[in-house]
């Protein structure tokens, strides 16, 4: 019996050494997760739209005088809007974020990142006229194109994050793979509208309104141990956002609608983010 409890009690002991030098490692590997145990990582980069219209297509005809989409008309119109992705009509966005980190296990990290993103809109393709005459008093001939811009974009937002670390043959060195789910708000986004030839024909139309949406995606990343409590990292993998909060109040008058131009905003992009681990 005295023989069996020594027997337990050195079991014990083994198991318990084991667990402390497990987190021992873990607590000076800073590309690795401790268990019960908090880091930050501050993050930027951008990220590529692969998907999603922004501007979807629609066209009204119209004979007369009214407005079409808040604007002043005269004549007979047919005005087409071609769809547009989120990279037609923007720059490549900032992105900035910081992770809060908690370690499940020495593999497993549980993260909420709140982040910010910001884009310049640049001048796009926002359709044609066909036929003749005025729109907010500018004449205009037989198919006559003419020129958008948003303004700029920015978006802030609350994401949770689990990542799943993996060792490999360099100590140093953890890819990882994890999932993410989230909430982003948008500022308003306004329309401004020209000819080609860079003649003002209106500013400042509301195009979708301040709102949330989600967003969710799967990451794949690393990250290098660069010093005794510090990792550099690099994250990319796919993400998904939900449509925007569309405003009709521009798009609707006596001259008849351009339905469902911004009924859009979603969005697939591929992330490329850098990070910096700090372990506490």
């Known amino acids: 019996m005295r023989l069996q409890t020594l027997r337990a009690a050195l079991l ?44 979807k297509s629609g ?30 009509v923007y720059s490549n966005p900032v992105d900035l974020g910081i992770s809060a980190n908690y370690g499940l296990s020495n593999y497993d990290e549980l993260s909420l990142t709140p982040h910010w993103r ?10 044609s006229v066909s036929a003749a005459g005025t729109i907010n008093g500018v004449a205009f001939a037989a198919s006559a194109p003419f020129n958008g811009q948003f303004s700029n974009y920015n978006e802030y937002g609350l994401d949770a994050n689990y990542k ?28 401004d509208l020209s000819t080609t030839s860079g ?22 990343g690393f990250r290098y ?13 796919i993400r998904y ?17 351009i339905d469902g131009v911004n009924t859009g905003g979603s969005r697939w992009d591929i992330p490329v983010m850098l990070g910096v681990t700090v372990k506490f």
């Open 225 to 237: 141990d660069v010093l005794a409590s510090t990792a550099v990292g690099l994250e990319t993998g």
């Open 164 to 191: 799943r670390f993996f060792d490999t043959s360099y100590a140093s060195f953890h890819p990882y793979l994890g999932v993410v789910l989230g909430a982003v708000h948008n500022d308003a986004v306004k329309l």
């Open 12 to 55: 014990g002991s083994a198991i318990s050494i084991t667990a402390a030098q497990a987190l021992a490692a873990s607590a000076g590997v800073p590309s690795l997760p401790t268990a019960g145990e908090f880091s930050l990582t501050p993050s930027g980069g951008t990220d590529f739209t692969i998907g999603g219209d922004f501007v």
């Open 241 to 257: 956002t939900g449509d925007l909060k569309s405003n009709h109040t521009a798009f609707q008058g006596d001259g008849g609608t």
């Open 118 to 127: 910001h884009a310049d809109g640049k001048t796009f393709n926002a359709g």
């Open 59 to 88: 066209s009204v005809t119209y004979g007369g005088a009214g407005t079409i989409g808040g604007l002043a008309v005269t004549g007979t119109f047919t005005v087409s809007a071609p769809s547009q992705t989120f990279s037609n």
């Open 199 to 220: 003649i003002q024909i209106a500013n400042g139309v509301p195009f979708y309104g301040s709102g949330w949406t989600w967003d969710t995606g799967l990451q794949v």
